[in-house]
């Protein structure tokens, strides 16, 4: 009997002994990083620990003195943690001068402590060093009359002021970069749009924010006019899913008609996302001048936001919004450039074919789909009614046509304002005080 005890007991330390081998600690990391903090900062941590963690701590540490902001703990799990192969972790907690009320202006340190859910608890933390800054941005925006035109463009001037990093225009979920007005140090302004699927009720506001989490925003005067946009039935037969899908998605499976669906659907997203993203590539200053060109003696089929019924013998197969113009002229037409600007795209484009994109500084650009041969390449600066290529059918296509659209720091605009000289004094160069080039 004495025997059998010792056993047990010995049976008992082995297994305190494995367990505390196999304890681990835990990897921390702030995710993006955090270099300011101010009254209520976001804070993000990656917790990795296989046997999860049972308590976690945010704090700042100013003058020797730490605030805890933020502590959380879990049931222990001393004995079951062999259960546990938990994933890394996200957790998300704000932290600043609203829990701690002594921090002021200057270095502090943001430390994240852990302890791991096992039968050791080991400790692991991880310090960052920070400026804690209080002074909140400001914004003002201009005071002029802002009439926008839903799926159009619109220019608005403010001043941020205080500590602020970063400021811009927000409508609905789209938001617009700012840039430096020429000639005035202390303003900036923003192009930007009323994208044509937001809602009527978006407010556009102004917003100045820093890296310390504060944010603030301005609404400035403006009047939308509602766009009934047009619908518009498409037949598609055989002969035409043959020719498009085999030559935008020639290793496509299944059938022509869900090959097509694909193309039309998942590809135009995608399509759209690339161009969207062209958006980084843009000069900060105007390259263009007077208004832009539209393609002369074209026969316009069709307009910006038709929404386009697929019709495929005899039922609807599909909807998608087209955001452009087709313009239609003799076939293999020059494609001339709708203003100065520099290429910063000119190869194919899935359902866009053979695409050219120019931008023309502050993030607004133009679009030419469908060529039949490109005749510029990125980094060209091209002029005002320079020929970019020649018309065709290439990617979604039913026949030699130029698709012509335009774009505001990636958010596809009407163009025909950008074509239009009183639109274009009224509503953009009215607002900034020098005028482009
Ligand atoms: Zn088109």
Wanted: proline share 5%; hydrophobic share 40%; aromatic share 10%.
């Amino acid at each position: 009997m004495k025997k059998l005890i010792g056993i047990i007991i010995l049976l008992m330390i082995v297994a305190v002994l494995v367990l505390l081998a196999l304890t681990n600690g835990t990897k921390l990391q702030i995710n993006p990083p955090v270099t300011a903090i101010g009254v209520l900062t976001p804070v993000q941590i990656e917790v990795t620990n296989p046997h999860g963690i049972r308590r976690i701590q945010g704090a700042i540490e100013q003058d020797g003195t730490r605030y805890v902001a933020f502590d959380s703990s879990q049931p222990a799990h001393r004995f079951l943690f062999w259960r546990y192969h938990e994933p890394t972790q996200t957790l998300k907690f704000e932290i600043g001068k609203k829990q701690a009320p002594p921090l002021h202006d200057g270095k502090a340190k943001l430390i994240i402590e852990a302890q791991s859910n096992d039968l050791r608890g080991r400790t692991d933390s991880i310090e960052s060093e920070v400026q804690v800054i209080t002074q909140p941005p400001r914004v003002t925006a201009d005071g002029y009359q802002h009439y926008i035109n839903q799926g159009g463009s619109e220019l608005v001037v403010f001043t941020p002021a205080g500590y602020w990093t970063e400021s811009g225009v927000r409508v609905g979920k789209y938001t617009f970069r700012s840039f430096s007005l020429p000639g005035h140090s202390d303003q900036r302004f923003s192009l930007f749009a009323y994208a044509w699927d937001l809602p009527e009720n978006a407010v556009p506001v102004v917003y100045a924010r820093n890296p310390a989490g504060a944010e603030v925003t301005a609404r400035f005067w403006y009047k939308l006019f509602l766009k009934k946009f047009r619908s518009r039935d498409l037949e598609i037969d055989d002969a035409f899913l043959d020719r498009v899908v085999n030559q935008i998605d020639p290793q496509g499976s299944g059938d022509l008609l869900s090959r097509f669906l694909k193309v039309n659907g998942e590809m135009r997203r995608q399509n759209n996302q690339t161009l969207a993203d062209l958006r980084l590539k843009t000069a900060d200053r105007f390259l263009w001048s007077g208004p832009f060109l539209p393609l002369i003696n074209a026969a316009v089929e069709s307009v910006f936001a038709d929404r386009r019924s697929y019709i495929y013998k005899g039922k609807k197969v599909d909807e998608q919004v087209h955001l452009g113009f087709d313009l239609a002229r003799i076939q293999h037409t020059p494609v001339p450039a709708a203003n100065d600007g520099r290429v910063v795209w000119a190869q194919n484009l899935g359902i866009y074919g053979n695409c050219v994109v120019i931008d023309h500084g502050y993030g607004l650009q133009s679009i030419y789909g469908h060529l039949s041969r490109i005749d510029v390449k990125p980094g060209d600066m091209v002029k005002k009614a320079q020929p970019l290529g020649i018309s065709g059918s290439t990617g979604l296509a039913g026949g030699d046509h130029l698709h012509f659209s335009m774009q505001v720091d990636g958010v596809q605009v009407n163009p025909i304002e950008w074509w239009d000289e009183h639109w274009l004094k009224d509503r953009i160069l009215s607002k900034i005080a020098t005028q482009p080039k």
